[in-house]
């Protein structure tokens, strides 16, 4: 157990339908990013936020996507028309940025399934 | 583009060093090398990193050389449970992911 916490651990979903993954990070970092993962695939970068800015986009997040970080604490990933394209391990992760670069800490995932 | 090249696989003997070799030619000056790994259906996990001098800690040691275009990845005693997808990232305010190494510790 890292320290982050990610909701629902999986989600089965009919295409359309839009979803919701809520990551809440350690509680001192400042710095939370989520990724996407398929099988047999690294985790590809999403997002990523310094507190409740976020502060870069990857292009692969269509306009379908969004993602909030209110009052810089836990984070919401919303994904509007599920597409089966969606089907992935949504991961999310954290890091105190004034103290160890680059030591970030993930979460277990959340599975979508779009049927 | 992860800006890393790793072999797609490697095999070592359970007890023996594991060496895991990343080419990172066009790393710029301000991006550290980071090596995480993921076990079958968790999250990676962190395991070390570095900017220009050579690092260890209690789970492996990290050799960059010193025109910083390619590092190394010791587990100096590799265990069944070390085996594992082994990703080698190189970046500053966020890690991109390439494909990784995948290891297998054999008995």
């Known amino acids: 157990d890292t320290g982050v916490s990610q909701n629902p651990r999986h989600k089965i979903t009919k295409r359309g339908q839009n979803v919701t993954f809520r990551c809440d990070p350690i509680?001192?970092?400042?710095?939370l990013y989520w990724y996407r993962q398929t099988l047999g695939q690294g985790p590809e970068f999403l997002t990523y936020f310094q507190n409740e800015a976020q502060l870069e986009k990857s292009r692969l997040l269509s306009d379908r996507f969004s993602a909030e970080r209110p009052k810089g604490s836990f984070s919401t990933l919303e994904i509007q028309r599920t597409e089966q394209g969606d089907s992935a391990m949504y991961l999310c992760?954290?890091?105190?940025?004034?103290?160890?670069?680059?030591?970030?800490?993930f979460g277990e995932g959340s599975r979508l399934t779009v049927l | 583009d992860a800006k890393t090249t790793q072999p797609t696989s490697m095999d070592c003997a359970e007890g023996r060093a594991a060496n895991l070799p990343c080419n990172h030619s066009t790393i710029s000056g301000n991006e550290y090398v980071y090596w995480y790994r993921q076990i079958h259906s968790q999250g990676p996990q962190y395991i070390i990193h570095?900017?220009?001098n050579n690092e260890t800690n209690e789970m492996a040691s990290l050799i960059i050389t010193e025109d910083r275009k390619s590092s190394t990845l010791i587990l100096p005693h590799a265990t069944l449970r070390d085996t594992a997808v082994y990703y080698c990232i190189r970046g500053a305010q966020k890690l991109v992911f390439g494909q990784g190494t995948r290891l297998t510790i054999n008995p």
């Open positions: 570095g900017l220009k």
């Open positions: 992760a954290s890091l105190q940025s004034r103290v160890k670069a680059g030591e970030l800490f």
């Open positions: 509680s001192e970092h400042n710095r």
